[in-house]
């Protein structure tokens, strides 16, 4: 068990619909990164948060959004979903400190998105 | 951008036996980090080893050994006394160390097959 708690496992939904997928980061983590994992692009980078406040952007559509809470929680939305945002989706977390080599990502076991 | 690329989308190997995967990568930063993470059918990615760029001598955890050759880029795993547990996806990952985010950059990774 890595300690990143993602929910839910599955989910399942329509074509133009809108999904919060959750994260709780390892305990004492203050960084939060989402990813997505496809067949055709792979593990990709989305964006990262850092102790409440965005650090980094990468392959994000604008229908996608997120946000880290004062708990350190954070949430990634996913709005007019297409069938191709059927994806893995994956949240990790880490110490946050750019030179430590124990900065470390630790993965959540991942959402199932399916958008039919 | 940093790329890391994996060149064998499959490998198999006998118990008992080894195994090399093999992982390139493009950078023009001198520090960085390098790690591979282990995905078993239960999709959960779970860190197997990592190297530092700044240190010569090669990461070793139990069975699994890296061979970093910093000058040609390449940073290959070694598994040793293959076990049936180890059948899995394999991703090489690239961070940088410098200003930014800590985000990782993946390998399209190598489905691993153990045969008894």
């Known amino acids: 068990d890595s300690g990143v708690t993602q929910t839910p496992k599955h989910l399942i939904t329509a074509t133009g619909q809108r999904v919060t997928l959750r994260c709780s980061p390892r305990?004492?983590?203050?960084?939060v990164y989402w990813y997505q994992q496809s067949l055709d692009q792979g593990l990709q980078f989305l964006i990262q948060?850092?102790?409440?406040?965005?650090?980094a952007k990468g392959n994000i559509l604008e229908r996608f959004s997120a946000q880290q809470f004062p708990d350190l929680h954070s949430e990634l939305n996913l709005s007019s979903l297409e069938l191709g945002d059927s994806a893995l989706y994956f949240c990790?977390?880490?110490?946050?400190?750019?030179?430590?080599?124990?900065?470390?990502?630790?993965f959540g076991a991942g959402t199932r998105l399916s958008v039919l | 951008a940093q790329t890391v690329t994996q060149s064998q989308p499959e490998m198999s190997v006998q118990e008992a036996e080894t195994v090399t995967l093999s992982c390139t990568y493009d950078?023009?930063?001198?520090?960085?980090?390098l790690f591979w993470y282990k995905q078993p059918p239960s999709r959960q990615m779970i860190l197997v080893i990592r190297?530092?760029?700044?240190?010569?001598q090669n990461a070793t955890e139990n069975r699994f050994s890296v061979n970093f050759q910093k000058a040609a880029k390449s940073f290959s795993l070694k598994i040793s006394d293959s076990q049936l547990g180890d059948a899995a996806m394999y991703f090489c990952?690239?961070?940088?160390?410098?200003?930014?985010?800590?985000?990782?950059?993946f390998g399209k990774g190598t489905k691993l097959t153990v045969n008894p």
């Open positions: 990790a977390s880490s110490v946050g400190e750019r030179r430590e080599p124990k900065n470390i990502q630790y």
């Open positions: 305990s004492g983590d203050l960084s």
């Open positions: 950078t023009s930063e001198s520090d960085y980090y």
């Open positions: 190297q530092e760029a700044y240190k010569q």
């Open positions: 990952a690239y961070r940088s160390s410098q200003g930014g985010s800590e985000k990782l950059v």
């Open positions: 948060y850092y102790n409440g406040e965005e650090r």
